[in-house]
């Protein structure tokens, strides 16, 4: 009886391997075929789905992707990263120069809008001019649009061979601030300078022209 059990066992179990072979001779592990869409980086390239979840590659440099503040973008030929120069600030990129006097930077704030205030307020209470001290007056405010996006435009310092423009991008919980600061300029204060066309400020320019807005990280 015993012989006869392990019989009809091996005869199932040999039944069974038979049809998992054929199963898998017929029906062979497919490659997963992933769609043909792709993203387009800051910079004009594109990249497509790749892996077994079918998700983007990153983009490469000189994209730079910042998850925490929820955007992406192109760093301007020639700059490179920078140290933070204070607490608000999220990214800091510079020209390398032989002078120590002319230098170009560009600076990327985050500024939270409380609870009780509004986007243009915080624009108001962060764009300080830097020798007086005091807020600029919203008079002198501008606007434009690069990219896709419009930002506000503040002319923060003027003074000393000194230029710093902020660009501001509003959004429903923050303000980013993008600033432009040339240093070393010695005309100045000559009305036929051209502002937009010194190597931050032209720079900062194309930037803002790739900017990328998604959501936060870990945000809700």
Do not use: W
């Amino acid at each position: 009886m015993k012989s006869l059990l392990l019989g009809i066992a091996s005869i199932v179990l040999l039944g069974f391997g038979g049809l998992v072979y054929r199963n898998a001779v017929e029906h062979p592990l497919q490659p997963i075929a992933c769609p043909e869409d792709a993203r387009l980086c800051p910079d004009g390239t594109s990249i497509a789905r790749t892996g077994p979840s079918c998700t983007f590659a990153p983009c490469l440099p000189p994209n730079v992707s910042l998850a925490n503040v929820g955007i992406t973008f192109a760093v301007p030929p020639g700059f490179s990263d920078a140290a933070l120069p204070d607490v608000a600030s999220v990214a800091a990129y510079e020209l390398p120069s032989d002078s120590a006097i002319s230098t170009a930077n560009i600076i990327i704030r985050r500024f939270a809008i409380a609870a009780s205030s509004t986007a243009l307020a915080t624009i108001q209470q962060t764009a300080i001019n830097q020798v007086s001290g005091l807020p600029v007056s919203a008079i002198s405010y501008s606007s434009t649009v690069l990219g896709t996006h419009r930002f506000t435009i503040v002319s923060v310092e003027r003074f000393e061979g000194v230029a710093d423009t902020a660009y501001y991008l509003a959004r429903n919980a923050d303000v980013l601030r993008f600033d432009a600061i040339d240093r070393g300029i010695t005309n100045l204060m000559d009305s036929t300078v051209d502002i937009a066309a010194l190597p931050a400020h032209a720079a900062l320019r194309t930037l803002l022209s790739t900017l990328q807005v998604g959501s936060v990280a870990g945000a809700e």
